[in-house]
């Protein structure tokens, strides 16, 4: 059996890599060309080039968007086409939801709905598709998709997909370790058949793994084809598909599952006359384009029936297994130490016919192998009767420990004996008992569980909880539950312990606080703080006391605490948990923009989790005359017509420009040169003698200079406040320099500063 390779964006093959599968007998490739009407592979040309190089024919694919115009997708899709002409084309139908952003954080694990389509708008929308690109192509049309997407969100398309090449989804099970090529080649002669869609029987691709671990590879999206034939018609004469006509004239059983429209002409807007039943005999007077015409009168598709040989064959042994069962689920049972399992029946013969019946197993760890599966415990109670192929199954798994995840698999066997593929393998959690809070619980997330400010996945983050460690469950609000040490964590991740004992002593501590809030106080160089008390124990009595620190960034991790200037005066008692709290935070610099934490403890003391970091401006009061400043704002600072962020932009001051403020009022600043700018981006400057007049006279020669201002002198690569700082001179220090030119110091050892701030030593 021939196999190939299908890749993306994904897939970023080396040369050597290449080489190693065309050694290895390689033969087809199909590559991704974009997705939907806007999105090109970024990989396609390179992809593309490297199947030229190395001889391999190739196809191209592309995802088909449900939520997207269909003509515009199969115009990108036949551009692409025309650039890059490939042997079959490819529409990917498998979406079935309309919401990309809730589909992506639910498949990443972040819970929520994700919105779907109706199947009929599905059909008709992937209907469309393929109708206009057969239409269009020239080539090959094949269709992908799996028996997981047709059966379960949209069962109409088997009216259709045979109309074309059927490439099809199922994975088999992929060895525990590395595996050469030998071994490789070995399982692509032995791979059997996909599970089929129902109301199909046949397949010409099969993407038979994604994940299989070959050496040399990364784990790449692996195809077989059905025959030669195939093979020829898709990849060396590109030659489009033809419906079977199998004769003019016979007898034929219906095959069609779910059975079969008889139409008054042969096409499918033509009135339905009748449906047949599956197995039904009919007589058929001719086959014209795909369509057969039944002596009785109407028309059906001649896909869905089989032609009955007059001569009968023995019946053949069988050595057919039922299909892998891949749609297995597996969810938390209503009765203490239980869990519910539903899956889709397959049948006697892959998914034809009934299976005889199941064996079922259990294990604390997925069961992905046979190995895993001959140490899985077998279920021997209440197992279910197999229905035909393609029925609704479900059982329910008594007797297991409450509160443990459990992993399931299912194999189906036939009457001859023939044992099914293994399923996949999925968890879930046994029924707990009821549960009495507050509750000790652990964490079951193997990469730790974040706990958040509040029951929501945008809320702040305020640490991780490593796996296996113990808390204590105060509430559990829909999927969330509410920490003793303050935070919510979503409860998917915590395995409730209800045969585990609260701690008695206390080891509540009070909850974070989540509303601290900071404004300017009312006395200069002050801030005024408010917050809700939280509790002693989480939100519950009343903590002992506070812990109130500040800094100039925000306080917003566990160092920046330990970082931050404690507050000691002023700090109030904690009153009952939900009540008011406020205080005033006195001695700061006036002007400047400082950040808050605030953290409750009780009296053992357990310390209570890290508040939000507000930040504000000290107060600060009007100069007694004007003050000079500076901006600190890196990007420059806008100055306005008045004290508001609405008025008029007048003009832009670079960093570091020095400005005169005559007049500070509500956090704005009333410049001696006209207009209003932000007070936090200004740094007030100490108050200095004027400077003089004239910078000093120039001397000749080096000359000694020592620096006046308190808050230090940059020294700059040119003589100009937009070039770049190369270091600050601290106060009182003495320096030599060559010369002073238009205001600028150019020191001997490099750079030039400022002169105004230099008082020359004679």
Known sequence: MRWGIDISRYDDLSDAQWQAMVNNGLSFAIIRACHGAGYTDPFLQRHVAQANKYGIPFGLYQWVDITQDVQKQIDHFLQLIEQYPPKCATGDFEQYWTDWDAWNQARLGGGGDVPTMPPAHINAINYEYFTKMRSALSIPLVSYTGAWFVNKYCPQMSAWLGQSYLWLAGYISAPAGVIGWDNFLGIVSNLGSPVFPVGLNRWDVWQFSASLPITGLPQLDLDAIASEEVYNNLFILSKPYELPSGG???????????????????????????????????????IQNGWAHLVDGGWCAAQWLQLIDDTPEPTPPDTTAPAAIVDLAAATGTATGSIDLAWTAPGDDANVGTASNYQVRYSTSAIENQAAWDAATPVTVGVSVPKSAGQAEQMTVSGLTPGTAYYFAIRALDEAANLGGLSNSPSAIAKQSPISLPCVARVTAGAGLRVRTAASLTAQILRTLPYNTQVVVVEIIKRWGRLADGGWCAIQWLQLLSDVPV????????????DLAAAPGTDAGSIDLSWAAPGDDAHIGTAASYLVRYSVSVIDSPASWEAATPVTNGVPQPKPAGQSEQMTVSGLTPGALYYFAVRAQDEVPNLGGLSNSPSAIAKAPPPSQPRMARVTAGAGLRVRTAPDLKAQILRTMPYGTQVEVAEIKDGWARLSTGGWSSVQWLELLPETPEPPAEPPSLPTGVKRARVTVKIGLRVRVAPNLQAEILRALPYDTIVEFVEIKDGWAHLTDGGWCAAQWLEVIE
């Open 503 to 514: 701690p008695q002593q206390d080891l509540i501590a009070p909850a974070a606080i989540m």
């Open 248 to 286: 003019t004239t016979g007898q034929a059983r219906v095959i069609a599952q779910a059975g079969l429209r008889v139409r008054a002409a042969p096409n499918l807007q033509a009135q339905i006359l009748r449906t047949l039943p599956y197995g039904t005999l009919v007589d058929i007077v001719e």
